[in-house]
């Protein structure tokens, strides 16, 4: 057997057993299973986009935000959360609307919730299993922080609570104020003594290097927030929380809703926001736009 030249054949062969023992791994070495294994650290932060639910929004329901159903087209808002995976840690980033073990207990069709009179939820996929597909799972999370605690952002808060929590102490006040119907506390009862940061400055820089900074916006709740990326593939990209909900408010420049926290503190971080982002050349992202959330890559593909 020895001596016998490599024919081109077997060239070829020898090369396509490299190539699939570089793709799938050597059988029982390092073979792998992308659901069940845990992520590293990637060399560059990412974006990941999961599916949290769809809120269905009566015709009520869009007038607060002072625009027509014409103008609008779109009424649904999607619930979209998201995690940024940094050199350094992770950051989950909003939590959704349905508690994953609510959604878990519903065989089918998903789990439904009337989040107001105007506004019914529905979750069909669990976040806790979007993040176990990428490779995490809740307790891996680093940081946890929302753009504010109305429920639709902030139902899977208890699954953090290993991790640190970015938290407005404007915004914790309000989370465990007596008769505020606009959350549930039942969603964040284990961080009511987790481990925090109280973010009491303008700006957070999460991760120290300005790649994942947290603006303070005030007005919707009295502590709301919005999160701003550097990303290599996109560019500066602020991720906006409920500054605006349908894209004709901003284009035609309408008054914030009338049940907003604080309405003219919310028209004023309006104005410093798109201020801001002219300034910077960052592009916003309404995080309820129908017709921009349906355009983004969702997990498992992600931007970096
Ligand atoms: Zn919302």
Request: charged fraction near 20%; glycine fraction near 6%; hydrophobic fraction near 40%.
């Amino acid at each position: 057997m020895s001596g016998r030249p490599i024919t081109p054949r077997r060239r070829n062969v020898a090369a396509l057993f490299a190539l699939l023992v570089g793709t799938f791994g050597v059988a029982g070495g390092s073979a792998r299973a992308p659901a069940a294994t845990r992520a590293q650290a990637p060399k560059a932060m990412r974006l990941y986009v999961f599916d949290c639910g769809l809120l269905n929004i009566s015709p009520d329901g869009v007038a607060r935000y002072h625009v027509t159903p014409a103008e609008v087209g779109e009424a649904r808002m999607p619930v979209p959360c998201f995690l940024v995976a940094h050199p350094k840690g992770t950051l989950m980033w909003d939590v959704g609307v349905i508690p994953d073990a609510s959604v878990e207990a519903q065989a089918q069709g998903g789990a439904r919730s009337n989040v107001n009179p105007t506004s019914a939820a529905v979750v069909t996929r669990t976040l806790k299993s979007q993040l176990a597909q990428i490779g995490y799972s809740p307790a891996d999370i680093t940081y946890v922080a929302i753009s504010h605690a109305h429920k639709d952002h902030s139902a899977n808060l208890d699954e953090f609570a290993s991790s640190t929590w970015l938290a407005r102490p404007a915004e914790r006040e309000f989370m465990w104020k007596e008769h505020n119907e606009r959350v549930d506390p039942s969603f964040y009862t284990k961080l009511k003594t987790s481990k925090s940061i109280a973010l009491d400055k303008d700006e957070y820089d999460v991760f120290g290097d300005g790649l994942a900074v947290i603006k303070s916006a005030p007005g919707h709740t009295p502590g709301h927030q919005v999160l701003i990326l550097r990303l290599a593939s996109l560019g500066r990209i602020m991720v906006a929380g409920d500054l605006y909900h349908y894209p004709p408010e901003r284009m035609f420049r309408r008054a914030p809703p009338d049940n907003e926290f604080n309405v003219k503190q919310s028209a004023a971080s309006r104005a410093m926001i798109e201020e801001y982002l002219r300034k910077t050349k960052t592009t916003i992202w309404i995080e309820h736009d129908f017709g921009a959330n349906a355009k983004l890559k969702k997990s498992p593909a992600y931007y970096d």
